[in-house]
């Protein structure tokens, strides 16, 4: 039970961090959709969602692998640290020269119809530079959450937020109010400045950053100029799978507003982009959780692999993980009509616009809890160094997503990215449990999992289906659902606190 709360801890630390810094980024959201039409929304979400996919190649499979080596070469650490970080470094220069030299030909390739901005190709190179600088700070924050540094982490993520969130307020706001009260400054910022202009936002994301990287220089200069060829091979065979894993989740998690722009008619794509783009914000709260869950549970399963009782931990773990997704989803679907605020539009037309997508919300939901459960599955394979699992399961998730979006989309549009995301979300965790049992068995509670991922589903139903998003009915709901969870577990939660 210690190693229980010692994980709790520090996804504690994760996840409060995490909460802050989403929620606050998060906050941007209603700035944007005030600010920009549907179509405008849907630019900002298509490149954020290329962004999301080059992400997981530059990374190239290193962080997963940075800790599993560490549970290998334990008297060598160092050379682990060296080793997948100029990897990464080095995945990084080879991209930012090859996109270097294809800028407006990729600019052309994505855009479409009535979408022709002239500065599609400033953004690619806003992002290349953004896409670098996160891609060199993926290893140092690694080897912060592999030394318990739970912490500074913490400080560095928050503030790249806020200069991030700052510098966002500050061109959007700030330099129009200085313009139209014409301050001091005023006629500098006439000259450049540009009243609604998407690029800032990413301006905004690039000196962020430049800034974390700034913030991790303490762990660069840990590095040393070694470079092991025979050990950068054995990370490659462990990590190319779980580089396609992570590039076949990330499929599964952002191709579809890609799809969207690109299968549907010319004058509707980019707003059924935006409005279902917009609707997904409201799912990052479980999202968030989610994530810090991963980044507490990735190091500390990899540490606590050779204790003798891990696999019984491990299944305790993902009882208390589906009791807290399951909690998140049903209080998020109660309470739908007040978080549908934060996607409100700047008149009554564009408001009506973005809300006519909130019946996605519960569907998305429910597949992050899916896939939540499938990440916390997935560490059988990493620790049997199995990893070519992890390539067939995700492969699989995004062949589906691909093959039924491209089928379905010209029909449905974005509700049948919804269901199509939870299915291939389910679908891969179903997979990983059966794969997982016969080849590392840890002894999961089925039952008792399913029987509240299933009364989950039935109180989200009955709260927005039948009483159609009644605020004060779905909390009840949410209230009692609550109240009889925490009986049916006091055993358990009174080990954990120390009641006797």
Wanted: hydrophobic share 55%.
């Amino acid at each position: 039970m210690s190693a229980i709360k010692n994980f709790a801890g520090q996804t504690a630390i994760y996840g409060l961090s995490t909460v802050i810094t989403r929620f606050l980024n998060f906050f941007l959201t209603p700035v944007y959709v005030g600010l920009y039409s549907p179509k405008v929304y849907g630019i900002f979400s298509v490149m954020y969602s290329w962004a999301s996919m080059l992400n997981a190649l530059l990374a190239f499979g290193m962080e997963t692998t940075y800790f599993r080596y560490l549970n290998k070469y334990e008297n060598d650490k160092q050379k682990v640290y060296n080793n997948t970080f100029f990897t990464v470094t080095l995945m990084a220069l080879i991209f930012l020269l090859f996109t270097f030299l294809f800028v407006d030909d990729i600019a052309a390739w994505i855009q479409k119809g009535d979408v022709n901005d002239p500065d599609y190709a400033r953004y690619i190179k806003y992002f290349m530079y953004i896409l670098v600088a996160d891609a060199l700070a993926v290893i140092p924050f690694a080897k912060l959450r592999a030394d318990g540094r739970p912490l500074r982490y913490s400080f560095i993520k928050f503030v790249n937020i806020l200069t991030f969130i700052g510098l966002n307020l500050l061109f959007i706001f700030v330099f129009p109010l200085i313009i139209k009260e014409g301050w001091y400054g005023a006629e500098y910022i006439m000259g450049w400045y540009r009243e609604g202009w998407v690029g800032y936002v990413f301006i905004s994301n690039l000196i962020a950053s430049l800034i974390t990287l700034l913030l991790l220089v303490p762990e660069l200069l840990k590095l040393t100029f070694t470079y092991d060829i025979a050990l950068v091979k054995e990370m490659f065979v462990y990590s190319l799978p779980v580089l396609i894993a992570n590039i076949s989740f990330i499929i599964n998690e952002n191709i579809d507003k890609i799809f969207l722009g690109q299968l549907l008619p010319p004058n509707i794509s980019v707003q059924e982009v935006g409005i279902y783009a917009a609707c997904c914000k409201i799912a990052i709260f479980l999202s968030i959780f989610i994530n810090a869950f991963r980044l507490g549970a990735e190091p500390f399963f990899f540490s606590h692999a050779k204790n003798k009782n891990a696999t019984e931990t491990y299944a305790r773990i993902m009882n208390y993980f589906v009791i807290a997704v399951s909690l998140i989803f049903v209080l998020l679907v109660a309470n739908i009509e007040l978080l549908k605020y934060f996607i409100k539009g700047k008149d009554a037309v564009e408001q009506a616009l973005y809300w006519s997508g909130l019946r996605i919300v519960p569907i998305l939901l429910f597949g992050y809890v899916s896939l939540g459960i499938y990440i916390n599955l997935s560490i059988w394979y990493k620790l049997s160094d199995q990893t070519r699992y992890g390539l067939y399961i995700s492969g699989i998730g995004a062949i589906l997503t691909i093959v039924l979006n491209i089928i379905f989309i010209p029909m449905y549009g974005y509700m049948a990215s919804a269901w199509i995301s939870l299915t291939a979300y389910t679908v891969m965790m179903v997979l990983s449990y059966f794969w997982g049992q016969k080849n590392y068995p840890i002894p999961y509670n089925l039952k008792k999992n399913i029987i509240y991922l299933l009364a989950s589903v039935c109180i989200v139903f009955i709260a927005f289906v039948v009483f159609e998003r009644n605020l004060l009915i779905g909390n009840a709901l949410f209230i009692i659902f609550t109240g009889t969870i925490f009986f049916v577990e006091r055993k358990e939660l009174k080990a954990i606190f120390g009641i006797k």
